[in-house]
């Protein structure tokens, strides 16, 4: 295929590179059409005054035009000028990463720039490390992304993209493997270096920031106005190349990935296994351990090695994956950072600033928890201010006094209590379940009724029917009388009973649209409102401390001073500041009350029973009851905020231990 001879990994590399180059070549031509249609009206009056010079386009009529296509090539000039100087200095966006030197890691420099030996490339330009399980090259030639860029070492060419890893495969990898999986993403630096993938690239990422101009802050309306022009047109000119570049990056995929063939392909096959179970790790600790400390003003750590505590103990309960923590006696690849810790600590921070908005630097509330402290600073926490906000609720529900009435209308004890919280719960769902009882009763009566005398009716109807016919003395016809009469009589009774039942059937779905639980619902909504509240305000605090910072790094950029370090880039999403990437949607408002209620349950028994705050590695805060998870707990909880039912909730305290009656410690 088009000449070339050899394997067919030469062949697919080949045929990847040509189809990239050839998409490259369709991206720039998008932008010879941009730049010819805006120095046409030009030429054209270049045209014409090269005319009337020669003497053929003379008189008023020529004279006219002339100045009119100049007057256009004038405007359309000086608009495509401000395209394109906006283009050529729009800052690209640039996923925030954490840097590495090659002070900071020389050995993984080393292993890095061996592999791009070995597959013939030219070596990245630095190193950086992202919180999430995936790997690239990013392209950060622009002098703003050059600005904040660590140097990674002699032998790297300035042009040349940084290699992104992905933090979490450093420490659950080996190193065999993390070059394994590193192997195709470095090859693809080969086809970044060629020159028309390159302009073509850095053309789609101008017309990409240049898209984001109209939305910078501090913009006056003049400008603003101006900036929204100038997005329009990149707009255009990025939908008229989007399907090119698409296909470019696809064919030096294709490439990186024919050329990588050669490099460890068959541990890559195995390294792949553990790239999903690495992901499937990490999604895990996010959504369930660090997002409750996130949410308590906390930040795990040591984020990356606990992934490792995840995953091993995935592999225990999991026999499927039994063979994956046999892997831990290999050199992980985390041993290629001079300060793993350090490295961990940094991506750690980044990961509760692009997952929850957390601020950009410790301060004293948000600072870090380390793993043996996670059960007692953020469990207990997290569960004593969680029942400290449902009492508040209930405090504002009109029980101000602290006190309750149970069903039978006995009188529980005062002060934050389980059984306050079980009483207000319980005490409305059991009157609506008698009176549902009393209404289907009544239903099933008129019902029986109803069928009665409609059987009544027809039989009488019938029996007079045959009467008559009788005393006609015609015994055939008062036959075909009587029947056709009881065939009449049954498809009454029939409608009869249709009718009967769309009744019930719509009064049944009026019952199920009904709360079931109609204290549950109140007490949900108030959490809720109380929660939103929380919320807006730890929003607002974000986004003041993140235009702070903005404002500290304009002022440092503009002073040129980098004395006192390079500061914390500040990231902003479309929609405002972090978080870019919120782990969970927004939760139902029985959700919410469940886990307060749930909070409420695990602190009684921890203040009256045996029991500890836990952490488990997989599903987060934990309820330890003699040393043994409690996980039978939820289903109790679910019925009574659902239905209204306490007794499995109590019969599960007096089997514990716990004792509901007695005040609960609160934040």
Not at 80 to 107: K, M, Q, S
Not at 191 to 200: E, L, N, R, S
Not at 552 to 563: I, N, P
Request: with cysteine; net charge negative; hydrophobic share 45%.
């Amino acid at each position: 295929m088009y000449g070339v001879s050899g394997t067919g990994s030469d062949v697919g590399e080949e045929w990847g590179a040509r189809a990239a180059r050839s998409r490259a070549l369709a991206v720039l031509r998008v932008r010879g059409r941009a730049l010819g249609l805006a120095v046409l009206p030009a030429a054209v009056a270049v045209v014409l005054y090269a005319g009337g010079v020669t003497g053929h386009f003379t008189g008023s009529g020529w004279d006219a035009a002339r100045w009119v296509v100049t007057v256009l090539a004038v405007l359309v000039l000086i608009a495509a000028t401000a395209v394109a100087l906006v283009v050529a200095r729009a800052r690209p966006a640039a996923t925030p990463t954490v840097e590495l030197a090659e002070t900071a890691a020389p050995d993984l420099y080393r292993l890095v720039r061996d592999l791009a030996d070995r597959l013939d490339v030219p070596a990245p330009a630095a190193i950086a490390l992202t919180p999430d399980c995936d790997s690239w090259l990013e392209d950060r030639t622009h002098r703003a992304h050059r600005a904040l860029r660590t140097p990674g070492g002699e032998g790297e060419s300035e042009g040349a993209p940084v290699l992104v890893i992905g933090s979490p495969f450093l420490w659950w990898m080996r190193v065999g493997e993390l070059r394994a999986v590193l192997a195709p993403v470095v090859a693809g630096t080969g086809p970044a270096a060629q020159p028309d993938i390159a302009a073509a690239r850095r053309f789609v990422r101008g017309l990409d920031a240049a898209v984001a101009v109209p939305g910078t802050p501090g913009l006056d309306p003049v400008r603003r106005i101006g900036a929204g022009a100038v997005g329009q047109v990149a707009r255009v000119l990025l939908r008229a190349c989007r399907g090119h570049a698409a296909e470019m990056e696809r064919g030096v995929a294709v490439a990186g990935s024919e050329r990588a063939q050669a490099v460890d392909y068959g541990v890559r096959i195995v390294a792949q296994e553990q790239v999903g179970l690495a992901y499937a790790g990490w999604d895990r600790l996010l959504t369930r351990v660090a997002l409750p400390a996130w949410r308590m003003g906390r930040w795990p750590a040591k984020l990356d090695a606990g992934v490792v505590s995840a995953l091993t103990e995935l592999s225990r309960r999991d026999r499927l994956a039994d063979g994956f923590s046999s892997r831990l006696g290999e050199r992980p690849a985390c041993d290629l950072l001079e300060e793993p810790g350090a490295v961990d600590e940094a991506a750690s921070l980044l990961a509760a600033r692009l997952f929850h908005g957390g601020p950009a630097a410790p301060g004293p509330d948000w600072s870090p928890v380390e793993w043996s402290q996670y059960p007692e600073e953020v469990v207990d926490r997290k569960w004593r201010t969680d029942a400290a906000r449902l009492h508040q609720v209930l405090d504002g529900l009109g029980l101000a006094d602290g006190t309750a009435r149970g069903a039978g209308g006995e009188r529980v004890a005062e002060g934050p209590t389980l059984t306050r919280v079980i009483a207000h719960l319980a005490t409305e769902p059991t009157k609506s379940t008698e009176a549902e009882a009393e209404v289907e009763a009544d239903a099933d009566t008129d019902t029986d009724e109803v069928e009665a005398d409609t059987h009544t009716d027809a039989a009488l109807d019938a029996g007079a029917s045959a009467e008559t016919a009788d005393a006609a003395g015609t015994p055939d016809s008062a036959g075909t009388d009587t029947d056709t009469d009881a065939e009449d009589a049954t498809d009454l009774a029939t409608d009869v009973d249709a009718d009967l039942d769309l009744v019930l059937d719509a009064e049944d779905a009026e019952a199920d649209d009904e709360p079931v639980n109609p204290a549950a619902e109140a007490l949900a909504g108030a959490l809720s409102a109380l929660l939103a509240r929380e919320e807006a305000a730890r929003e607002a605090r974000v986004a003041a401390s993140a235009l702070t910072a903005e404002a500290a790094a304009r002022s440092a950029e503009k002073d040129g001073g980098h004395s006192g370090g390079t500061p914390a880039p500040v990231v902003s999403g479309p929609d405002g500041p972090l978080p870019l990437f919120p782990l969970q949607p927004p939760r139902s408002g029985r959700d919410l009350l469940a886990d307060h209620v749930t909070a409420m349950v695990c602190c009684a028994a921890v203040d009256t029973a045996e029991a500890t705050p836990g952490l488990d590695w997989l599903d987060g805060p934990a309820l330890l009851v003699g040393g043994e998870r409690a996980t039978d707990l939820g289903p109790r909880v679910l019925a009574l905020v659902e239905e209204g039912d306490p007794e499995p909730l109590r019969v599960w305290l007096a089997r514990t231990g716990v004792r509901p009656e007695k005040p609960v410690r609160l934040v």
